[in-house]
């Protein structure tokens, strides 16, 4: 399975914000959302990624207080990025050797779609299941169905 069939399972949603913003606002949107990452865009830009560890780390861990911290003071500069072609074995293993959550999806240099860690265990949880019933049927003299 590759990341362009996650996306059109989950959709293309891409939810953003400003790097201008405060910490405040991005974690309200996340909240609202109930999600646990935004990427940072400056218009298509991807400038950075923002995830709730972000914000444990370089805000509350630091005394630093979310209303007045902009985003792009705590956000993740260096964002690793998925395209639609990446299977999900691979992007499983670039955030178990990251120790990331979430993957931007770029195509043609724009954010397309962000995938996280569960969407990934949900789809290959799915294969495995698509398997298994396949096994059943064999094992059971009703294969191919």
């Known amino acids: 399975m590759k990341v362009r069939d996650i996306l059109k399972s989950k959709g293309y949603d891409v939810y953003s914000i400003e790097a201008e913003k405060t910490v405040y606002q991005a974690i309200a949107k996340m909240d609202e959302l109930d999600i646990g990452a935004l990427v940072v865009m400056n218009g298509d830009e991807l400038m950075g990624i923002l995830s709730e560890r972000d914000y444990r780390s370089k805000v509350i861990l630091k005394g630093r207080t979310s209303k007045k911290t902009a985003v792009h003071e705590i956000m993740t500069g260096n964002v690793y990025c998925a ?9 499983m293993s670039q955030m178990t050797d990251k120790k990331i959550r979430h993957l931007p999806v770029v ?18 949880i799915s294969k495995q299941k698509g398997e298994i019933t396949n096994l059943r049927h064999y094992i059971q003299g009703q294969y191919p169905r």
């Not at 395209?83 to 992007?91: A, G, L, Q, S």
């Open 107 to 124: 195509e043609d240099n724009q954010v397309i779609g962000v995938i996280s860690i569960g969407d990934l265990v949900k789809s290959i």
């Open 83 to 91: 395209t639609p072609e990446d299977t999900v074995e691979y992007c």
